[in-house]
T-cell receptor, first 115, second 114 residues
Framework: KAGVTQTPRYLIKTRGQQVTLSCSPISGHRSVSWYQQTPGQGLQFLFE???????NKGNFPGRFSGRQFSNSRSEMNVSTLELGDSALYLCASSLESGGATGELFFGEGSRLTVL | GENVEQHPSTLSVQEGDSAVIKCTYS??????FPWYKQELGKRPQLIID?????GEKKDQRIAVTLNKTAKHFSLHITETQPEDSAVYFC?????????????FGKGTKLSVKP
């Protein structure tokens, strides 16, 4: 069974640009969650999508958005990039809502550098 | 919303010693508490979890304890080995409530010295 796939793995952008990250969950998983990982801040929850609907949202500005398609693939978008957006963005999939069944299966992440 | 505090942020032990990482949570409705291990350059992976109807759970050298009254839970690793070196994250969630998603602590970097 293929794992969670994230693309691109690495990208460099400049301030003010926008970026779109993609996540393909494990086949059969309906929930996709996004987390931002930075040194010292751990894993900060961005949002969760389940059956194409945003189920929960973390405390991030409106520049961060996402969506989920009918095949459960998800994208997240960050507009008007700031230096502080430099981070590893992790996507995780699960059968049901991540808090229900517990195990989140993480992708390898997309490392974003904003110059 | 839920807030999870994790201590210590770094922990160094000698091989064979025990390691304990502690977390506290704020939402008394939280009912699920997993622990994830992230080795350097790799993705986080679930190592053990506990639900609110259980006080302790063991899996070989690792165990987790939960104190619902005090709203804290801990990870215990016995007979540590160099391969236990990693960043460990605790998390909490309240499925069915307002915060079904997992909220993570900031992590503990464990170093096991041979």
């Amino acid at each position: 069974k293929a794992g969670v796939t994230q693309t691109p793995r690495y990208l460099i952008k400049t301030r003010g640009q926008q970026v779109t990250l993609s996540c393909s969950p494990i086949s059969g998983h309906r929930s996709v969650s996004w987390y931002q990982q930075t040194p010292g801040q751990g894993l900060q929850f961005l949002f969760e999508y389940f059956s194409e609907t945003q189920r929960n949202k973390g405390n991030f500005p409106g520049r961060f958005s996402g969506r989920q398609f009918s095949n459960s693939r998800s994208e997240m978008n960050v507009s008007t990039l700031e230096l502080g957006d430099s981070a590893l963005y992790l996507c995780a999939s699960s059968l049901e809502s991540g808090g229900a069944t517990g195990e989140l299966f993480f992708g390898e992440g997309s490392r974003l550098t904003v110059l | 919303g839920e807030n999870v505090e994790q201590h210590p942020s770094t922990l160094s032990v000698q091989e064979g010693d025990s390691a304990v990482i502690k977390c506290t949570y704020s939402d008394s409705a939280s009912n699920y508490f997993p622990w994830y291990k992230q080795e350097l350059g790799k993705r986080p992976q679930l190592i053990i979890d506990i639900r609110s109807n259980v006080g302790e759970k063991k899996d070989q050298r690792i165990a987790v304890t939960l104190n619902k009254t005090a709203k804290h839970f801990s990870l215990h690793i016995t007979e540590t080995q160099p391969e236990d070196s990693a960043v460990y994250f605790c998390a909490a969630s309240n499925y069915g409530g307002s915060q079904g998603n997992l909220i993570f602590g900031k992590g503990t970097k464990l170093s096991v010295k041979p």
